[in-house]
């Protein structure tokens, strides 16, 4: 390559080197509190104190890595992904996440290494080009100061000819200066190389994910069998049963006593009514007739008319879903609504459906007390194991004092 050419395209990499050294430095700086917090965390977990700050301490490394991680991937132009196993559950089972997962030993020594290096790297890379600038301009300016006042590396610029040789010195000054983008290439394969995940571990977390989500589908599954179950024998069966049992009774007073018999008809029809009428409850909770004849709008318009708490439904038109995740979506906002009614205290609850044709997402927001977290059993676990047994995720916003959101993305498989 001619060195013209060499210099210009250095040149013209040049800012953008610079903007993201000096951005590692001020990362840099968070890494050294960070790995300082990390010693005392490690010091006090020694005695036992600091054990439940582990999973905190590493969530929060994970999102100061993540700057560091989008800085390196936009920087090189390609995505650097990020494989990090779920820290979720028990604090034991946290603090077991945080002992098997090989990402936190890749975040960890790149936050040294960071640490050490950054601050120097970025500080350098700022002050160059003004170091260069500089020394270019002592001729220009080296008589307008006080005579003595002008030093540059260990000597004095007293006459022009100092102040030309000072000139000169721009030139290797210069040419440090131009190797700022081949540091920053460097400094960002050096976090591609320590950020990303391992060779098969993508493919093990997605692994790990699915036989998660898989095993949530089946134990949804079997809950909502085991409540179909009940509902059956706890309901329908049992008026059903009442109504043989009456029907057989009016049989046997039908000779000595018509009028018996006759009541005894009437309140058998009654039975049998209700238990039509439960046996239809139980058809709607497997899959609403209202989502096959009319869709998932005029379903969940339907579900905004009957809640108690004033409803705001918006949804942007699109094509019908696949009929499982157009009923994941109607018992997700079922299921919110009726959380909202039991804890929230809200004025209004509002709901939203959007997304590509690939992705159908669901928010429901109310403006209550907030203050909303799952619990082992509760509605929204449930919402987030439905959203899993269809590889879609759920996100809860519920700061103290509200507004409480429940995000869910539902795939659609195309």
Known sequence: MRPGRWVLGRLRGLPAAVGYLA?????????????????VVGAFCLIGLGIPAVPEAVRLVRRLVGVD????????????AAAYQPMTGSLREQLATVARDPANLRDLGWLVLHAVTGTLVGSVAILLPFAVLNQALVPAYWRLTPPGSVTNFGFTVTSWGTAFAAALIALPLGWLALQTPAVAGLTARTAAALLAPADGAELAHRVAELTATRAAALDAHGAELRRIERDLHDGAQARIAAVIMQLGLAEQLRERDPGAADAMVRTAQDTATAALAELRDVVRTVYPPVLADRGLASAISALAARSPIPCVVEIEPGA???????????????????????????????????????TLTVTVSDDGIGGARESEGGGLAGIRRRAAALDGSMVLTSPAGGPTVVRVELPCGS
């Open 23 to 39: 951005m590692g430095g001020l990362t840099a700086l968070l890494s050294m509190f960070a790995v300082v917090g990390l010693a």
């Open 69 to 80: 991680r989008r800085q390196a991937a936009r920087y090189l132009g390609e995505p650097i």
């Open 320 to 358: 019908r879903r696949p009929a499982a995740v157009e009923a994941a979506a109607y018992f997700v906002i079922a299921e919110a609504l009726t959380n909202a009614t039991k804890h929230s205290r809200a004025e209004q609850v509002s709901v939203r459906l959007a997304g590509p044709p690939a």
